[in-house]
T-cell receptor, first 115, second 117 residues
Framework: QKEVEQNSGPLSVPEGAIASLNCTYS??????FFWYRQYSGKSPELIMF????GDKEDGRFTAQLNKASQYVSLLIRDSQPSDSATYLC???????????????FGQGTILTVHP | DTEVTQTPKHLVMGMTNKKSLKCEQH?????MYWYKQKAKKPPELMFV???????INESVPSRFSPECPNSSLLNLHLHALQPEDSALYLC????????????????FGPGTRLTVL
């Protein structure tokens, strides 16, 4: 079982629609959760982080975390062609362990927003 | 300011060359990271430095040698690389490590695109 799994994609949505990106993780003790956006040939860019159950909103982006279900998602409202990129889910272990500092990435979901 | 800078942007080297990648941050972060990313794959952790000490080495071959001269700088020395080492090399930094800070957010630099001939 992969430690962090994302919906396989690619995901294609029309401009103006809501894009929903999903991620599940296997380590129940994971503490922090991150969404990065990566354009082709560029480096990952932090979109959002979340560490408490519930929703966190930032502009058109909403991150949702459900620790009981070990599930984190990213919603992009009013999707724009400029949102077309690979979205990486990353999970950070609990503090104090030997793995602290090691982000575990999912394989990424390619999102295409078409006009 | 969440800027991490990396030089050079592109590097082409032969298998017998010695070269270095450089990374710099001025955010006061005390943890710095090297990642390797191949096409269509997520970043793969190589090394972590915490307070200028190497804290994680993900069993990286010795032809990659990291160095952290001070809290703002991170180098990756390359020697006798193989063509399969061609990749995007990413540096990242974060605020702290191991102090219980829950949001140890890592910020990435723009990367160095390395080609080994």
């Amino acid at each position: 079982q992969k430690e962090v799994e994302q919906n396989s994609g690619p995901l294609s949505v029309p401009e103006g629609a809501i894009a929903s990106l999903n991620c599940t993780y296997s380590d129940r003790g994971s503490q922090s959760f991150f969404w990065y956006r990566q354009y082709s040939g560029k480096s990952p860019e932090l979109i959002m982080f979340i560490y408490s159950n519930g929703d966190k909103e930032d502009g058109r982006f909403t991150a949702q975390l459900n620790k009981a279900s070990q599930y984190v998602s990213l919603l992009i409202r009013d999707s724009q062609p400029s949102d077309s990129a690979t979205y990486l889910c990353a999970v950070h272990p609990r503090a104090g362990g030997t793995s602290y500092g090691k982000l575990t990435f999912g394989q990424g979901t390619i999102l295409t927003v078409h006009p | 300011d969440t800027e991490v800078t990396q030089t050079p942007k592109h590097l082409v080297m032969g298998m017998t060359n010695k070269k270095s990648l450089k990374c710099e941050q001025h955010m006061g972060h005390r943890a710095m990271y090297w990642y390797k990313q191949k096409a269509k794959k997520p970043p793969e952790l190589m090394f972590v430095y915490s307070y200028e000490k190497l804290s994680i080495n993900e069993s990286v071959p010795s032809r990659f040698s990291p160095e952290c001269p001070n809290s703002s700088l991170l180098n990756l020395h390359l020697h006798a690389l193989q063509p399969e080492d061609s990749a995007l090399y990413l540096c990242a930094s974060s605020q702290d490590l191991g102090t219980g800070v829950t949001t140890d957010t890592q910020y990435f630099g723009p990367g160095t695109r390395l080609t080994v001939l």
